[in-house]
């Protein structure tokens, strides 16, 4: 069973702090997800990283992938009260009847105070 | 809207009671995935269907059972509730099993179950 680990749990910071949300694992991962998703919604997917190394940017938010494909993290700078939410990383398996089929962190709470 | 349909929204029952909840994934989705989704628990993976078929199933309990019609649309069927079953059940979809490393999943907004 592929599991992963999120930390932290909880984060609450004031406006323009910046942060990073950490997404372990034991396991290798054919891409890692990450998904943000507001009270009384589902998640909505933000980026996929593909490529052990990758980093990506989406504004003020940098993904990245471990080297070895088996963590990835989430940083925000300059953090604002949009950014407020669930964030949650989701690791796709890499094979067989796991192939493609996401696992789900605990995920973290942010949130951001004015 | 993610495309991905789910009703009813919000569903109260009693305890031994037995309810439906329906999905329509996003149009040219074969792959309907169902998440149950608790403060303490997390996402945690129910179980998976591919155009009509059983793909995978997770941590769904035997009062559970889902189906997915040859239109596409899945249901959920929850039996036996109980005080713990209540969560919120999202339903996801993907174009096809394998293509979900890199598009991702599509989720409803989810429906709200509260056994009393």
């Known amino acids: 069973t592929q599991l992963l680990e999120q930390s932290p749990q909880f984060l609450s910071i004031q406006e323009g702090e910046n942060l990073t949300v950490y997404c372990n694992s034991s396991s290798v991962f054919s891409s890692l997800q990450w998904y943000r998703q507001e009270p009384g919604e589902g998640p909505v997917l933000l980026v996929t990283?593909?490529?052990?190394?990758e980093v990506k940017k989406l504004k003020r938010l940098t993904f990245q992938f471990g080297d070895a494909r088996k963590d990835s993290s989430l940083h925000i700078t300059a953090a604002q009260p949009g950014d407020t939410g669930l964030y949650l990383c989701?690791?796709?398996?890499?094979?067989?009847?796991?192939?493609?089929?996401?696992?789900f962190g605990q995920g973290t709470i942010l949130t951001v105070h004015p | 809207d993610s495309g991905v349909t789910q009703t009813p929204k919000h569903l109260i029952t009693a305890t031994g009671q037995r309810v439906t909840l329906r999905c329509s994934p996003r149009s040219g989705d074969l792959s309907v995935y169902w998440y149950q989704q608790s403060l303490d628990q997390g996402l945690q993976f129910l179980i998976q269907y591919y155009n009509g078929e059983e793909r995978a199933k997770g941590n769904i309990l035997e009062r559970f059972s889902a189906q997915q019609f040859p239109d596409l649309h899945s249901e959920l069927n929850l039996s036996s509730l109980e005080l713990g079953d209540s969560a919120l059940y999202f339903c996801?979809?993907?174009?096809?099993?394998?293509?979900?490393?890199?598009?991702?999943?599509?989720f409803g907004s989810g429906t709200r179950l509260t056994v009393v």
């Open positions: 996801a979809s993907s174009v096809a099993a394998g293509s979900s490393h890199i598009r991702g999943y599509t």
């Open positions: 989701a690791g796709a398996g890499t094979g067989g009847t796991s192939y493609g089929k996401l696992t």
């Open positions: 990283v593909v490529t052990g190394g």
